[in-house]
């Protein structure tokens, strides 16, 4: 095991974009596939709202890499190949193994570890209260754990490598490395509590009904663990920012839904690419009109689902587009809320794609691919046209990308999902569901209670992982009960453990 240097900044340059729009209907090449994507960091726009690790404070996490099995459920000869795994500890905070004090473990998602130890502040915030040591645990196949030793890209290429790039060898990554955490510090009975956000907050809600003899209990963030299988209508997360625009501007909803059209009017006229290109300063010339608006429903839907209470993306952008003057046409408006977000660049739509980025979209789109099948479209929507899901078509481009199938029916089959309440009222336990309604894949996520142990807390005003984001002095009233609630429940959790660990030692 080797010692890194400590982790840096959570400010990426990298994350300009978070796909979230919906699939299209007849595409064969996965390239021209809007793939849904779940991740907690914010979009650039929005990064410098977030909390910030002090370099002073870097020295308290410590990189580490752990030799992990790279397929735990095989006993092939090459089953047994070990890969580095990288994992940061923070032991500032750490009450010790004698204590008991407890194990805070991040469960990594789709992106390099390095921004989740900014971005999560709500462990760090916490950690000194519960006296805990503070875990994240990087995803195999993302950032430096890549297994073979090889670049992100060859791994990819490489079907027999990708085969073991699974959500189920994340978990049981997570669990060894656990595991192997408490025997190296002597900690049998200090208890663990893994956190997740997005799709790493369904990763520790499904962590701790895989492995509840690790996990403790779970701290699922905008998990949106019922968007599969046909759960929820396809249609649920852009229905969602329909609703955020509308309720925040009615006039704001109606120019965007007027506008699609336009950008077909416009695109049909001779030298309509070349008009539209100059309109929204596209860094390079368009090559269709599904190009532009691919960018708008995306930007629309960050929009919606960062809409953050200090920054109110969704409000500037509103303000934007009713403020232009109408003389200057429809698109016209519609680029004064483009360019109210992201601010005043040399150009917009397509701009280049950093290797980072493109790595989390690539393994997003394995993901997709392979397993985490959303089936994202849109239908009846008062602000976007309709796109909707089609199975056989995207089966097809995942075919032409990656040479398989996708599983659709794969997540609710080993983690469960149709009858939830039914089935975890009595089966699970020490699980908070975490959601504010703003964000659209709330849509997807668990919003009432199943039991007195396995709880839904979610805010009307609340946007997607905003509660283990850090705090901040302006954070709403609300934002700060949310929090307390949380750890309000951890802290009992804690106490039925510790009571019930005298009882047996008695």
Excluded at 183 to 212: C, D, N, T
Aim: aromatic content about 12%; some cysteine; proline content about 5%.
């Amino acid at each position: 095991m080797t010692t890194d240097p400590g982790m840096s900044s959570h400010h990426c340059l990298w994350i300009t974009l978070i796909l979230l729009s919906a699939f299209v209907a007849t595409a064969h090449n996965l390239d021209d596939v809007d793939i849904p994507k779940l991740r907690m960091s914010r979009p650039e726009f929005l990064q410098g709202l977030a909390p910030i690790i002090e370099a002073s404070v870097t020295k308290d996490f410590v990189t580490f890499f752990y030799n992990q099995t790279l397929d735990h459920f095989n006993y092939r000869p090459e089953s047994y190949t070990a890969f580095n795994q990288r994992y940061v500890v923070n032991s500032k905070y750490w009450g010790g193994a004698k204590s008991g004090a407890p194990i805070f473990a991040f469960l990594g998602a789709e992106a390099p570890i390095d921004g989740d130890i900014g971005n999560a502040g709500f462990l760090t915030d916490n950690a000194p209260q519960f006296r805990a040591i503070l875990v994240y645990i990087e995803h195999r196949f993302y950032g430096e754990s890549i297994p073979y030793g090889m670049t992100f890209a060859k791994a990819l290429r490489d079907a027999n490598t990708r085969g073991y790039f699974s959500s189920a060898q994340a978990l049981a990554d997570y669990a060894e490395i656990l595991i192997y955490l408490k025997q190296k510090l002597k900690a049998e009975h200090s208890p663990i509590i893994v956190f997740g956000g997005s799709y790493g907050g369904m990763l520790a809600s499904w962590f701790r009904l895989k492995y509840p003899h690790v996990a403790l209990g779970a701290l699922a963030s905008s998990a949106p663990i019922l968007y599969f299988d046909d759960i929820v209508p396809q249609d649920a997360y852009f229905s969602v920012v329909a609703k955020d625009f509308l309720e925040s501007s009615s006039s704001c909803h109606q120019t965007i839904r007027r506008s699609w059209e336009e950008i077909d009017r416009v695109a049909s006229e001779p030298h309509g690419l070349t008009k539209l290109s100059n309109t929204f300063k596209t860094c390079s010339p368009l090559k269709s009109s599904s190009e532009l608006k691919k960018y708008l429903r995306t930007l629309y839907a960050q929009v919606a689902q960062y809409n953050d209470p200090s920054a109110q993306p969704l409000k500037l952008m509103c303000n934007a587009i009713n403020g232009a003057s109408p003389r200057n046409g429809l698109l016209l408006k519609i680029f004064a809320g483009l360019v109210a977000i992201n601010g005043n660049l040399t150009c917009y739509v397509n701009s280049p794609t950093s290797a980072t980025l493109a790595q989390t979209l690539l393994g997003w789109s394995w993901q997709t691919c392979s397993e985490m099948v959303i089936p994202m479209g849109i239908t009846r929507n008062t602000m976007f046209p309709p796109k909707p899901f089609n199975l056989n078509s995207f089966s097809k481009a995942c075919e032409s990308k990656f040479g398989l199938t996708p599983r659709p029916h794969w997540i609710t089959t080993y983690f469960g999902g149709h009858d939830t309440k039914l089935i975890l009222r009595r089966f699970a336990s020490n699980i908070i569901f975490s959601n504010g309604l703003q964000d659209p894949y709330s849509s997807g996520g668990v919003l009432k209670n199943i039991s007195s142990t396995v709880v839904a807390i979610h805010t009307t005003k609340g946007s997607h992982t905003l509660d283990i984001l850090g705090a901040k002095k302006s954070d709403p009233s609300w934002l700060v009960e949310q929090r307390k609630t949380e750890v309000e429940i951890m802290k009992m959790w804690l106490a039925t453990y510790y009571a019930d660990l005298r009882t047996f030692r008695n």
